[in-house]
């Protein structure tokens, strides 16, 4: 139920920069429907398990993020826009019969499987454990986002992202350390100190095993208030992962915030309804720029 995650070195007209621009406007669509977060995920699931089986011409591409956002909606949402009303997102660039026959050709290709392991359920899993801290799972919503558009992360496991994603979170607003699972595992408290976390300045980053990704410019964490011992032990033992794990995808996901803010989704958490996360993470991000030089 994954794609490929070398699927565009694959293909002939479409490249990661094409993905990464249909994908914004996806989040455009998305966010103007109003649907929930699931459907977003599963539709660029969908269209990234297609892409991986076929060769899509590169004027046909936008026919395709549209018809998987109608196939995902249909999955997901109670309330499901109408076919004209993705025709219309798309600036009526295809005719209603032409999204009906894409939907089917699509859904021919995936064999009609419809679900995969979304990031969102074991983002919620993972949010169980930290009390279902609201501002602590909307900075790893806007984190997910990132993850589940760039298409760096199409090799991690979605269990992994959603882990990387707390994880970051967690630190971005000083609510403590991530400790090994095998601490809550056998049962033994880990000491109680402050030692620096791992400098993942020193993280090289391989994504889908293609092309290492440039390590982070990130500082070494700073010492941080701990929370007890035992919460922080539930936390990795409800993600699944333990800090070794979840450190790569963490490093990949401060290069992002590093690079040239990504426009949709930045605006979309920058509003009052996600609690301006995204200008949080941003300045974090400077803050901790800013100290190290």
Known sequence: MMPNP??????????HRMRDVLLDWMVEV??????????LYLAINILDRYLSLIQVPSNTLQLAGITALFIAAKVEEIAIPEIKEFAYMADNAYSLEEIRRAERHVLQKINFRLSYPNPMNFLRRIS??????????????????IAIVDHRFMGFAPSLIAAGAMYLARHILNKGIWVRRVAYLTKRRPPLNLTPFVDTSQITVFCCSIAPAPPPPFPPFPPTHRVLPSQDATLAHYAGYDEEDILPVVSLMVVYISEPIHESLYKKYAGKKFSKVSVRVHEWYQSRKNGRQ
Do not use: W
Not at 6 to 15: F, G, R, S
Not at 30 to 39: C, L, R, V, Y
């Open 6 to 15: 070398a699927y565009c070195e694959l293909q002939k007209d479409i490249n």
């Open 128 to 145: 169980k454990a930290d009390d279902y801290d609201t501002l602590s799972r909307t900075v790893g919503k806007y984190l997910l986002e």
């Open 30 to 39: 998305h966010q103007s429907f109003k649907m929930i977060p699931e459907t």
